[in-house]
């Protein structure tokens, strides 16, 4: 009997983790927005066209990278999260990037994580200009060598569960992001560091260069958030602006990851 209470806990939490999803409004055959129809979060990483095969040489400085690998930690990430990705990091040009790991920030070679992941996306701010990236890489350069936000990660995985109840369809979408926000100041907040766990460290960078992905403070934003504030998809954290999709540098078909085919481009 005991066991059968844990399984069903078990289960309805992870019902809880794959619903997001919310109500909206759909034109009819004349244009006119009169069905509502249920809209579930994306959680492949190209966008409904399909994958579009990149090169290192197409990317731009500041751009934003999301992957996924068959370790351990990813796969719990992915769990806990119901998402495609377990890692953000950025861009830096000149073949570079800068990511926070578990031995803290650093900057190393693209190739490298080519390399390491064989899930590999690249999305854009869309008002990202030259300045603004060239303020990323002096946020990223005066950063490394910082340790590793470990405590923000242990704060993240009880909210990364208990949120989801805020992300039901039942839930208003005006209240949703009021009880999101509220469980984030509750579980998150009172432990603050100055120390970077990954998508927190991208978050922090855009705020530094004067371009903010989210009003969302950076240590509340887990990499799964920041790949559904992409266009066309279903924001947990609200967006300044989408981000827009370029390509994938790889690509390995996955349970996450069902579909690698290219897009007709």
């Known amino acids: 009997m005991k066991y059968s209470k844990l399984l069903f806990l078990v289960l309805c939490s992870y019902l809880l983790v794959a619903c997001t999803a919310q109500f909206h409004r759909v034109p009819d055959g004349s244009g006119k927005k009169k069905h509502i129809a249920l809209k579930f979060q994306r959680q492949n990483t190209a966008p409904k066209t399909g994958v579009v095969l990149v090169h290192p040489m197409e990317l731009q400085s500041g751009d934003i990278l999301f992957s996924a690998n068959s370790s351990l930690n990813s796969r719990i990430l992915r769990l806990f999260g119901n998402t495609s990705v377990s890692h953000a990091f950025l861009y830096l040009g000149d073949g570079e990037v800068a990511e926070a790991v578990g031995s803290g920030v650093h900057i190393m070679p693209l190739t490298e994580s080519i390399n390491e992941n064989p899930l590999l996306v690249v999305y854009r701010h869309p008002q990202l200009n030259e300045l603004q990236a060239e303020k990323i890489r002096e946020f990223a350069i005066a950063e490394a060598g910082g340790k590793y936000n470990y405590m ?24 949703r992001h009021l009880c999101l926000n509220t469980m984030a100041v509750v579980q998150v907040t009172p432990f603050s560091s ?16 004067g371009l903010p992905l989210t009003k969302t403070p950076a240590e509340w934003v887990a990499p799964g958030d920041l790949l559904h504030m992409r266009a066309g998809d279903i924001p947990s954290v609200v967006p300044v602006y989408p981000l827009q999709y370029i390509g994938h540098l790889r690509c390995k078909t996955s349970l996450w990851q069902r579909n690698c085919s290219l897009a007709d481009i």
């Not at 923000?152 to 208990?162: C, E």
């Not at 990954?198 to 922090?204: G, Y």
């Open 152 to 175: 923000g990660i242990i704060k993240q995985m009880p909210y990364t569960v208990t949120r989801k109840v805020c992300e039901l369809p039942v839930i208003p979408r005006a209240f």
């Open 194 to 209: 100055d120390r970077y766990f990954c998508s927190q460290l991208v978050v922090a960078a855009y705020n530094y260069a």
